[in-house]
């Protein structure tokens, strides 16, 4: 069986990256990172890829007329890659069916709460504003809503009576961490198959 390999899209820190990265290096995850891709440039992200002797390049949603046009470019660069499947890590960007038809059920995403609650930006502020004692982490699949795909994998975690909101946010960065690394797992092992919906 050929290893999976993954192309990362970034837009910012890349702090689930940089674990994904850590994992392939000390052997605990199966699978490569073929590409990493950004639409910011001079990101962190970009930085960690290179570190690691993985391609990196960004791609300016800003260069291009539609997000059609856009997401054409992120498409052909990922399949020059060569690449299986998708991971969003802190990629702020909505795509269209130009690129969710390209990866059919092969995208996925980490959303800092517990979906269907607290979608959208600033999901983490959004949980500690409203008060809530238990947020977390989400694994899903994208489709073409926002934050709606079907639901992979999460993780709890607590709010703690003394927390602000960077205590917080620094606690479900670390869930994010280690439950992004164990899906892509359990996808290079082929426990997570490509989604097909209706299926
Ligand atoms: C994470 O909190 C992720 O859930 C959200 O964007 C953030 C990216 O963080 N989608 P990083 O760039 O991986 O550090």
């Known amino acids: 069986m050929s290893t999976v390999r993954f192309g990362v899209l970034v837009s910012g820190t890349g702090s689930n990256l940089q674990a994904i990265l850590d994992a392939i290096a000390a052997g605990s995850l199966a699978a490569s990172v073929s590409c ?16 690691a002797n993985v391609p990196a390049l960004t ?26 499947w998708i991971v969003l890590a802190g990629f702020m960007r909505v795509l269209t069916p130009v690129f969710l038809n390209a990866f059919a059920g092969r995208i996925i995403n980490i959303h800092p709460a517990l979906l269907p609650a607290f979608p959208g930006v600033n999901a983490a502020k959004q ?23 079907k639901i992979i994998a999460q993780q709890a975690v607590p709010v703690e009576p003394k927390d602000d ?18 899906v892509l797992r359990d996808i290079a092992a082929g426990h997570v198959v490509p989604f097909v919906s209706g299926g």
């Open 127 to 149: 949980a500690f504003d409203y008060g809530v004692k238990i947020t977390g982490c989400t694994v899903h699949f994208v489709d073409g809503g926002v934050d709606t795909g």
């Open 165 to 182: 909101l960077a205590a917080l946010e620094a606690r479900i960065h670390r869930a994010e961490h280690q439950l992004f690394v164990q």
């Open 36 to 51: 990493v891709i950004s639409n910011r440039p001079e990101v962190k992200a970009l930085e960690r890829a290179r570190a």
């Open 59 to 84: 791609i300016p949603h800003r260069d291009f007329p539609t997000r059609e046009a856009f997401d054409a470019a992120l498409v052909r660069a990922l399949e020059e890659a060569g690449v299986d």
